[in-house]
C-alpha cells in the first residue's frame, strides 16, 4: 500500500480540489469525491485528477434497484475510479450486481476492477432512527449483520466508524478492506465527529483505509498536516 491515507476533497470547487490535490497527492492513496462535489464538478474532474495520477475514490452511495446500480457502477468503472461505495441496504442482489458489474466492466477495459465498499449504517443513525425506518436491530447488530451480507455478496470492503472496525475485524474474513472515517488527532477539534480515533489507533484496530477531510483540508499547512498524520503511524 503506498499510503493508507484518503483524503477527502469536501471543497466547493473544482479549483480547490486541484489545489489540495496538487499540494499533497504524492503522499496520499486516494482522493474521495462525494456528492457535492460530483454534482459541482462532475466526472471532468474525475478525469483530470485521475489523469494527474491520484487515484479516486467515488463516494456517491449508490442504492437503487440492481439494474440501475450495476450500469452506474459500470459508468464509475469507465470513469476510471479505484473505490466506490454502494449501500449495503440496497439488499443482496443489489450488492452482487454492484461487484458483477465491477468485475465485468474492469476485464472488458483489461483493468483492476475497483473496490466496491459497502455502507452498513450510516453513523448519523442512533437505534430511534432505525426503529423509525423499521429496523428493530441495535446499530451494532445491524452493522454486523449488514457487513456479513456484503461478504455473501462478493464485496471485497466495507466502510465502518472507527469504532466498529476492532468487532468487525472479529467476524469478517481478513482479506476484507476496511476504510474508516471519524479519525482525529488525540486534543485536536473533532468537529461535528461524536466518535473518533487517532489515526494509529484506528490502524491498530484494522483499518486498512483512514478517510481524511477536515484535518488535512483546512489545516493552515495541508502538506505539513498529511506528512504529520502519516509519521504518527
Ligand atoms: O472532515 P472529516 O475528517 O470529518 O471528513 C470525513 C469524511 O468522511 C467526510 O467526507 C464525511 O462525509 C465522510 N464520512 C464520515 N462519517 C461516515 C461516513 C463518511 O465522516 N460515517
Redesign the pocket.
Known amino acids: 500500500m503506498k499510503s493508507p491515507l484518503i483524503v ?1 476533497l ?1 471543497l466547493p470547487s473544482a479549483e480547490r480540489a486541484h489545489e489540495l490535490v496538487g499540494q499533497i497527492g504524492d503522499l496520499v492513496g486516494a482522493f ?1 469525491i ?1 456528492k457535492e462535489l460530483f454534482v459541482r464538478a462532475g466526472p471532468d474532474l474525475v478525469r483530470r485528477i485521475r489523469d494527474g495520477g491520484a487515484p479516486v475514490f467515488l ?1 456517491l452511495k449508490f442504492h437503487d434497484i440492481p439494474n440501475t446500480v450495476a450500469r452506474a457502477v459500470a459508468a464509475a468503472v469507465q470513469l476510471g475510479v479505484r473505490m466506490l461505495t454502494v449501500h449495503a441496504s440496497g439488499g443482496r442482489a443489489m450488492l452482487e450486481a454492484a461487484e458483477n458489474a465491477a468485475r465485468e466492466t474492469a476485464a472488458q477495459l483489461k483493468t483492476e476492477p475497483p473496490l466496491v465498499l459497502g ?1 452498513t449504517v ?3 443513525l442512533d437505534s430511534d432512527a432505525l426503529a423509525g425506518i423499521g429496523m428493530t436491530a441495535n446499530v451494532a447488530r445491524q452493522v454486523e449483520r449488514l457487513a456479513l451480507l456484503c461478504v455473501q455478496a462478493g464485496l471485497r470492503g466495507l ?1 465502518c ?1 472507527p469504532l466498529e472496525v476492532a468487532a468487525l475485524r472479529q467476524i469478517l474474513p481478513p482479506d476484507i478492506q476496511l476504510v474508516t ?4 488527532d488525540a486534543g485536536a477539534p473533532r ?3 461524536q466518535r473518533t480515533l487517532t489515526a494509529r489507533e484506528a490502524m491498530a484496530a484494522g483499518a486498512n483505509w483512514l ?5 488535512v ?2 489545516a493552515p499547512d495541508p502538506r505539513r498536516a498529511t506528512e504529520s498524520i502519516l509519521a504518527s503511524l
Open positions: 477527502a469536501d474521495k462525494g463516494d455502507v450510516l453513523t448519523s466502510v466508524s472515517p471519524g479519525i482525529r468537529d461535528d465527529q478517510v481524511i477531510g477536515r484535518p483540508y483546512a
